[in-house]
C-alpha cells in the first residue's frame, strides 16, 4: 500500500469528485431523453407513460446538472476555481498547436502545463459558457411565460448549445476512458489520486508546484523532529 | 400555392348572424367538454379566448360610430387558418401535424408530444395546450378541418350546420373565385371590404370575406412566421448528424493510430523502469 501511494498524488478532494459525477450523471440523463426529441424516429417514444417518463427525467437531469454546481459553489473552498478556465496565455496556444500530432502519435512540442491542460481548460470552459446558456434556455422553455418568439429564441440557443456540449463531451469521455495514453487520467477523478509519472509528464508546471509543497512540509516535518 | 384539387371553407362575415351554431358544432362532433362560462364585458362573445377544448370560437366586435350614432356587429370566425406554407408542418417533430392530402393541415392527436414548437412559429396563435404543471407534459389542440368527415365526404361540422350560409365547403379555387365575387356585391355597403387568406402564407384553407380591414378583426395583414423556423429542421439536425459522425469517425482513427504509437511508447519506457528505480 505504501509503496502504491508514494506514486501517486492528489489531485482532486472528494467534493470536487462529487460535484463532477453529479453533474455527468444529470447531463447523460438529460442528453438522453433530450435526444428522444430531436431525432424523428425516437420522437414518438414520447407519447403516454413512456413520455410522461422521458419528460420527468429530462427535467431531473436538467436540476441536477443545476444544483450540483451551486451547491459546490455555496459550499466548497474552491469556489471560483473554474475561473481558470477563463486565463489563456502562450502555453495554451502552443499546446493547441501541437495537440492533434500529440494525440494521435505522441511526441510534439507540448509546453508544460498546470493542473488543468488546455483542453481541459477548453472542456472546463464550453461546459459553464453553454451549460449555463443551456439551464437559462431550459427554463424559458419549461416555463411558457414567455412570448413565441421568445421561446423560438430559447430553443435555438438549447439546440445549439446542446449539440456543441455533446460533441464535446463526447472527446472528453473518449480522451479519458478510452485514449491509450490519457486513459490513466481517469483514476484521478475516480480516486482522487493522480500517477507522479503521468502527472509530471501532462501537468509539468502543477506537478512541480504540488513537488515544491511536499519538499517544504518534509523539512518543516524535519525542523519539528 | 395551394393546389388545384384543395378543398376550402370560405366564410363571408357580412352573411354572419353570430348565432355560434359553428362554435357548438365543432365542440359536438369533436366530443370536447363545455368550458366554464366567462364574462367577456360589453361582447356576447364566450369563453373569452380560445383554447384545447375551444378550438374554433367566434368573435365579437362591437364597432360604435358616433357619426351616424349606429352600431355595428363584426362577427368572424377564429381558428386553424390551415396554411399551405404551414411553418407548424415543417417544424412537428413528430409527424403530428401534416399536410393532409386535401391541403388542409391536419392533426393526429396520438402522436402529438407536446412540444410546443407549431405555437412557437404559428403567425396566427392557433395551436392551443392542456398542460401538465409538474412534467410540462402538453397536449395540444386545433381546428382539424374535420379530416374525418371530410375524407369520408361529408361536410365540416361547422358548414354543416351554419343556417346562413356564411360557411361554404368548397374547391380552393372554386371558394377564392367566389370570394373576390361576394367582395364585389358588398362593395357598395362595404368599402373596405377585402378577401383574406388568397395569398397569406401560401394560400390558406380558410377563405375570408372581411367587411373590414385584416387589422380590425385582429388578422395579421402580412402573416409572417420567425426566420429560424427551419433552422432546426434544415440546418441543425443534418448538421448535428454531421458533427456526430465526423466525432466518431475522428476518434476511431485517433484510437486506432493512437493505439500503435503509444503501444510501442510504453515498452520503450519500462524497460529502463526494469533496469531500477534511479530516477526517482
Known sequence: MSKKRKSLVKRYNRVDMIMHWTVAVGFILAMLTGYAVFFEGTSSLLVNEVGFVIRLVHRIGGVIFVLAPILYFIFSKKRFGFLRAFKWDKSDFGWLKAAPKHYFVGGGDMPPQQKYNTGQKLFYLFAVVFGVLLVVSGFFLWFSWFSPTVGLIMLFIHDVSAVLLTLFFFVHVYLVAFHPDERTSFNAMTTGYMDRGFAKHHHELWYNEVKDEEEKKKQENKEVI | ?280
Open chain 2, 1 to 280: 400555392m395551394a393546389k388545384t384539387n384543395d378543398k376550402a371553407i370560405l366564410v363571408d362575415i357580412s352573411l354572419c348572424i353570430g348565432c355560434k351554431a359553428c362554435q357548438i358544432a365543432c365542440k359536438e362532433w369533436h366530443d370536447l367538454p363545455a368550458t366554464e362560462f366567462e364574462k367577456v364585458s360589453g361582447t356576447y362573445q364566450n369563453p373569452a379566448d380560445r383554447s384545447e377544448n375551444t378550438p374554433m370560437l367566434m368573435r365579437f366586435l362591437e364597432k360604435y360610430d358616433e357619426t351616424t350614432d349606429t352600431m355595428d356587429w363584426l362577427i368572424w370566425k377564429d381558428q386553424c387558418m390551415h396554411c399551405t406554407d404551414a411553418p407548424c408542418v415543417e417544424v412537428c417533430p413528430s409527424g403530428a401535424l401534416f399536410t393532409h392530402e386535401d391541403g388542409f393541415v391536419g392533426l393526429e392527436n396520438d402522436k402529438c408530444i407536446g412540444c410546443t414548437y407549431c405555437s412557437k412559429v404559428c403567425p396566427f396563435d392557433s395551436p392551443r395546450f392542456e398542460t401538465d404543471a409538474l412534467t410540462g407534459n402538453k397536449r395540444m389542440n386545433k381546428c382539424d378541418f374535420c379530416q374525418d368527415r371530410v375524407t369520408n365526404g361529408e361536410l365540416p361540422a361547422c358548414v354543416q350546420t351554419c343556417p346562413t350560409n356564411a360557411l361554404e365547403f368548397d374547391t380552393w379555387d372554386g371558394a377564392v373565385e367566389k370570394a373576390h365575387e361576394r367582395v364585389e356585391q358588398i362593395k357598395d355597403r362595404y368599402p373596405e371590404a377585402n378577401v383574406y387568406g388568397d395569398k397569406e402564407m401560401g394560400g390558406t384553407h380558410y377563405i375570408y370575406v372581411l367587411t373590414e380591414k385584416p387589422e380590425t378583426f385582429g388578422l395579421p395583414a402580412q402573416p409572417e412566421t420567425n426566420d429560424l423556423v427551419g433552422f432546426r429542421q434544415d440546418v441543425l439536425k443534418p448538421a448535428t448528424q454531421l458533427f456526430m459522425g465526423a466525432t466518431a469517425v475522428g476518434l476511431l482513427t485517433n484510437f486506432i493510430i493512437s493505439s500503435s504509437a503509444f503501444g510501442n511508447e510504453e515498452t520503450q519506457e519500462d524497460q529502463p523502469k526494469d533496469g531500477g528505480e534511479k530516477d526517482e
